[in-house]
């Protein structure tokens, strides 16, 4: 089965922009999270989807938003982008959100300049 | 405060060596994750637990949930082993996920 795939991998943006990452699952995999991974803040939870319901949400602003697809595919946006939002974006997916061991895509690697 | 905490933060060892990495979590939970991270971000999934030990190769992970911890050993260590492992959480309150800050290894040959 192919893996989890972001795209896209690196994204140059200004502030005051917005973007959209996109992920997809592997195959049969229908739960998605996200994460954001800072080197001060390290790794940290963003949302989480399954079945094209938003189950979970951390403690993030309310620029940054998504959804997912009938496909399982998830999309992440963040808007009015600011310098701090620079960051490796991670998203993994699940077969459900059980339990489950999570199968994690490469990430999209955002600057904000 | 941060709910789940590694130790040590950065370990150098001679390859062959045992490796201990410790995790030590605040938050109930309905599952712990070992993953690790190589340079360049890729992140692969070692061990999901709940509860006693599991195995994989070289690799053993324990938890004991009274204590709210959990190990990940690594025997006869390579240099490939050279990553960053971090220790994350599945709440059972609240359905948050929280990680620790991770474990730079550096395997020496």
């Known amino acids: 089965k192919a893996g989890v795939t972001q795209t896209p991998r690196y994204l140059i943006k200004t502030r005051g922009q917005q973007v959209t990452l996109s992920c997809s699952p592997i195959?049969?995999?229908?739960?998605v999270s996200w994460y954001q991974q800072t080197p001060g803040q390290g790794l940290q939870f963003l949302f989480e989807y399954f079945s094209e319901t938003q189950r979970n949400k951390g403690n993030f602003p309310g620029r940054f938003s998504g959804r997912q697809f009938s496909n399982s595919r998830s999309e992440m946006n963040v808007s009015t982008l600011e310098l701090g939002d620079s960051a490796l974006y991670l998203c993994a997916s699940s077969p459900s959100p059980y339990q489950e061991t999570q199968y994690f895509g490469p990430g999209t690697r955002l600057l904000v300049l | 405060k941060n709910e789940v905490e590694q130790s040590p933060q950065n370990l150098t060892a001679q390859e062959g060596e045992f490796i201990t990495i410790n995790c030590s979590y605040s938050v109930g939970i309905s599952a712990l994750h070992w993953l690790q991270q190589h340079p360049g971000g890729g992140i692969v999934s070692l061990f999901m637990?709940?509860?006693g030990k599991k195995k994989h190769g070289r690799l053993i992970a324990t938890i004991n949930i009274q204590e709210k911890h959990s190990s990940l050993h690594i025997t006869a260590s390579h240099p490939r082993d050279s990553a960053v492992y971090i220790c994350?959480?599945?709440?059972?309150?609240?359905?948050?996920?929280?990680f620790g800050t991770g474990t730079s290894l550096t395997v020496i040959p």
């Open positions: 994350a959480v599945d709440s059972n309150t609240g359905n948050q996920f929280y």
């Open positions: 637990l709940s509860s």
């Open positions: 195959s049969g995999h229908r739960s």
